[in-house]
């Protein structure tokens, strides 16, 4: 059974920066994507960033792009969320997710079949 565990949110002032971290355990099979979602109070779940385990591809929502980058650390399989410039629109609950249905998945809450209990982020002075 796999699980996903976020770490790394808390309160940041608008500007700065926050590193989240999703540790994967368990067996994985063939090549899955793992994904940040994030989801404000009384928003839908959004995704934010994912990684494909097989063949490297990321790709980033398009209110992230320049300022939040994702990374997969080996041999632990742990993926990390550097956020930079950090908005009030940035505020939510990060979670990530595990899908093995590729590319086709990437931002598609649905497709994703495992999830962490997420890590709460706040940006504001």
């Known amino acids: 059974q796999v699980q996903l565990v976020e770490s790394g949110g808390g309160l940041v002032q608008p500007g700065g920066s926050l590193r989240l971290s999703c540790a994967v355990s368990g067996r994985t099979y063939e090549f899955p994507a793992v994904a940040w979602f994030r989801q404000a109070p009384g928003k839908e779940r959004e995704g934010v960033s994912v990684?494909?385990?097989?063949?490297?591809?990321?790709y980033y929502a398009d209110s992230v792009k320049g300022r939040f980058t994702i990374s997969r650390e080996r041999p632990s399989n742990t993926v990390h969320l550097q956020m930079t410039n950090l908005k009030p629109e940035d505020t939510g609950t990060y979670y990530c997710g595990l899908s093995y249905k590729g590319s086709y998945a990437n931002f598609v809450p649905r497709l994703y079949s495992n999830w962490g209990p997420g890590t709460p982020v706040t940006v504001s002075s």
């Open positions: 990684i494909h385990f097989g063949d490297g591809m990321i």
